[in-house]
């Protein structure tokens, strides 16, 4: 398949700037497999659409404030986006589009915080040496701020007021505990401890693994035929106590529910030897792209991806690209909110 069959039209109007007040506040799309039909509905009618028994699959990881703004030596803004560390103070950063980095150039950052840009790596990485501090690792929370997509505009331009407060608490998973990711999986935002709360009591079983979301996640696809596309591996760890929750309703004919697309890649890529999920850690390089054999998920919750993008490649090989354009049609016309920020699809 081709890149341009993955396109859709979408109004800028309708990409969320920011989160509802009420996180289960936000709407939902449900899609039937079975009859190409779709419904519509709050988040916090999720309880409808599940069963007892289903297992509900969450991603736990905790996005590090790890976007820094500050100066280059010699005059300009500088701006950078930790997305590796490789040793003790050195880090890979991606830097915003048009700055001038060489090998050489110094940069100084809030609270004391300088570096140097030591060596050149492909797709625009520089690696970063970290000056005047112990291990930035433990700064970020002060001279950091939220490492929100592109699409999302803020005013402060780096500064830790009001709006990057709201994000640290809202660009994160209320159930988010494992330090690692550039980005949020945004299909868990929805979710507050009180529906976790109720889905349980309703006999749903909720577990979690991690995937540490990277560049793998939101690099861009910049070839034709998508077949030729890959991608950058993503850690995940997926725990003993998952792993026989999964077991036990694929051996009785339950549905694995899966949040969101990364929750999807760590499934599907640790069952990829014998067809069974495997506990463990591993690392994520697994495209998912329409004629994908789904071994583990049975349902899928999802937010609404950009044109073109990995993540709606892989939500179109779950429902079919025929049925997810004409739902993402439905949505646009039906004014729900794109993206990050934005609603939620149910694909059942």
């Given amino acids: 398949m081709h890149l341009r069959d993955f396109e859709y039209r979408l109004p800028s109007g309708l990409i969320a700037q920011r989160p509802l007040p009420e996180r289960d506040a936000s709407r939902l799309l449900v899609v039937r497999r079975a009859d190409g039909t779709a419904v519509h509905h709050r988040f916090r009618d999720l309880r409808r659409w599940l069963r007892s028994g289903d297992v509900l699959v969450l991603n736990d990881t905790?996005?590090?404030?790890?976007?820094?703004?500050?100066?280059?030596?010699?005059?300009?803004?500088?701006?950078?986006?930790?997305i590796e560390e490789e040793s003790l103070n050195r880090w890979w950063v991606l830097a915003k589009p048009g700055q001038r980095l060489p090998v050489g150039r110094r940069l100084t950052f809030p609270e004391g915080v300088d570096a140097c840009v030591v060596d050149r790596?492909?797709?625009?990485?520089?690696?970063?040496?970290?000056?005047?501090?112990?291990?930035?690792?433990?700064?970020?929370?002060?001279?950091?701020?939220?490492?929100?997509?592109?699409?999302?505009?803020?005013?402060?331009?780096?500064?830790?007021?009001?709006?990057?407060?709201?994000?640290?608490?809202?660009?994160?998973?209320?159930?988010?505990?494992e330090a690692g990711s550039i980005a949020a999986p945004t299909a868990g935002l929805h979710f507050t401890r009180e529906l976790l709360q109720d889905l349980e009591r309703e006999g749903v079983h909720v577990t979690f693994l991690t995937l540490h979301?990277?560049?793998?996640?939101?690099?861009?696809?910049?070839?034709?035929?998508i077949a030729e596309h890959r991608m950058a591996p993503e850690r995940y760890y997926i725990s003993e106590r998952a792993v026989t929750a999964i077991k036990g309703a694929k051996a009785q004919g339950r549905r694995v529910v899966a949040v969101g697309t990364t929750t999807t890649r760590a499934l599907e890529d640790a069952a990829l030897d014998g067809g069974e999920v495997r506990a463990g850690a591993g690392t994520a390089s697994l495209f998912i792209r329409p004629g994908h054999p789904?071994?583990?998920?049975?349902?899928?919750?999802?937010?609404?991806?950009?044109?073109?993008?990995?993540?709606?490649?892989?939500?179109?090989?779950?429902?079919?690209?025929?049925?997810?354009?004409?739902?993402y049609a439905e949505a646009v016309r039906e004014h729900y909110r794109f993206y990050s920020y934005g609603d939620a699809m149910l694909i059942v």
């Fill in 62 to 82: 905790q996005v590090t404030p790890v976007r820094l703004y500050g100066r280059r030596r010699g005059g300009g803004k500088a701006e950078v986006l930790l």
């Fill in 121 to 177: 790596g492909d797709g625009g990485r520089r690696l970063l040496q970290f000056e005047g501090v112990g291990d930035v690792r433990s700064e970020l929370s002060r001279v950091g701020v939220m490492p929100l997509p592109p699409y999302v505009k803020r005013t402060g331009g780096g500064d830790r007021g009001p709006e990057d407060t709201m994000d640290r608490e809202r660009y994160q998973t209320v159930y988010a505990c």
């Fill in 294 to 327: 789904f071994r583990v998920v049975d349902a899928l919750l999802t937010n609404f991806h950009l044109p073109r993008s990995t993540l709606l490649i892989l939500v179109c090989a779950f429902a079919g690209r025929d049925l997810i354009r004409t739902a």
């Fill in 213 to 225: 979301v990277g560049v793998g996640t939101f690099t861009p696809v910049t070839v034709e035929r």
